[in-house]
């Protein structure tokens, strides 16, 4: 990594970073000054109405307040995306400073930034202890494209699964992350990239004007398109004219950072339900989507209970290959996962499920897997993500060459799949899909409790 893409390696205060600016606003200074202490309190972010509600009862907000109290912090937390009470305009100066006394509302430290050659952008987070014995640290990463953005979110610190060609697998699982830290990931985001209402100001104007070009773009190609790219053009231009109405930064989330998702079932949902709220974030669930390994009992429940749109990391055709890929093949073997993602609700043509397919050289990137794999998602509204394997320190994984990868995409165009090949995205600054694994280890159970009696 060249110094340059390293532009911000010291511990940022978040408010500074937030606002882009060299200098904090006179509350912000205070918080600062002691944010040890600000970190300890309870957090505002990541709780439910009702639990918003809950936490206003007992610093004694009287019950006919609480729903329209609660409705304004809705807003000013998810809408204009302030992390300090002292900028809740519209509320008492006494209330703020009630709520100030009581909770905290303030962004996870961004221990590092850094920037690729390509625009993407990754953070490294810096959360609490809590039980792991010391502060964890996460990585999320921020892929802009022409027409769209997307903001590639972790759900745990670690990974309990062992993926042979993940980097993530590497690392033992940490812990999970909470609720209030998986949409913290987005909160960051969206403060850094000026992605609030409020920050907007020029980047929203670009943004606007970009995804108007993109239109325009999108149009002239359509007309000589043959009928199977109609449907992905059609969602590309849906993408630009989102990002033209609204100026978004941020217009996909994926949950595809660290850590297996729906081993973090409950945080998960509770943090995607507030990042589609419509009075909040508002980001739509389709632009929402989810990737598993393939723990099949929680695909079903996030199609009952959620309802994002859904990823299989399958990676392989058969049952053998799939158990040394991806071990939690072997507790939920290929033809329950092909069961799961049939029964998958509100799948179709226009909301199918991505196959994500990292290609690895002589290993799961022949003719014959291709033909399979397209034998395997029959009757599957399905779309197919090949993933030129992304190598990191210590594997023994090569990427497929080029030539295989496009035979094998080919195939699988000619029998009606869409499958794009990903362009690698921040390779540079290891931010690619497999990539990411942070520093926090593990500690041994009598190491934590060591540290935390003192
Ligand atoms: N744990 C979830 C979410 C991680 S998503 C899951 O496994 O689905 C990250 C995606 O990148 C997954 O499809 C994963 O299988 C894939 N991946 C992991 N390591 C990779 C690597 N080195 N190169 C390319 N893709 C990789
Ligand atoms: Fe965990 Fe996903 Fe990596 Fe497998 S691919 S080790 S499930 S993060």
Redesign the pocket.
Known sequence: MSDELFFAAAAIEPGAAAKGAGFLKPFEAAAAGHNVAERDKPSLIGRTREELAQALTVIGVPQQQRKMRVAQLWHWLYVRGVSSFADMSNLSREFRALLAQHFTIIRPEIAAEQLSTDGTRKWLLRFPARGAGRPVEVETVYIPEEGRGTLCVS?QVG?T?T?S?????TQRLVRNLTAEEILAQFLVAKDCLGDFADQEGLNGVRARREGIAKIRTLAERRAQMPAAALADAAEESEKAILLAATGRKITNI????????LYNFEAVKKALLIASDGEGLSLSRRRITL???GVVPGIYRIGAELGVML???L?AVNDELRNML?PINKKYPLAELMAACRNYPGVSNARRITF?Y?MLRDVNDSVADAKKLVQLLKGIPAKINL??????PG?N?QCSDWRQIELFADILNKAGYSSPIRAPRGRDIMA????LKSASERLKKAEREALEER
């Open positions: 759900s990974c699964l993926c060609f993940c980097h993530t697998g994926v949950m595809m950072g660290m850590g297996e998702p990737s598993t390994s990823a299989i990391s990676h991806v994500e990292v993933i030129p394997f992304n190598p990191w594997t994984y690619a899909c497999g990539q």
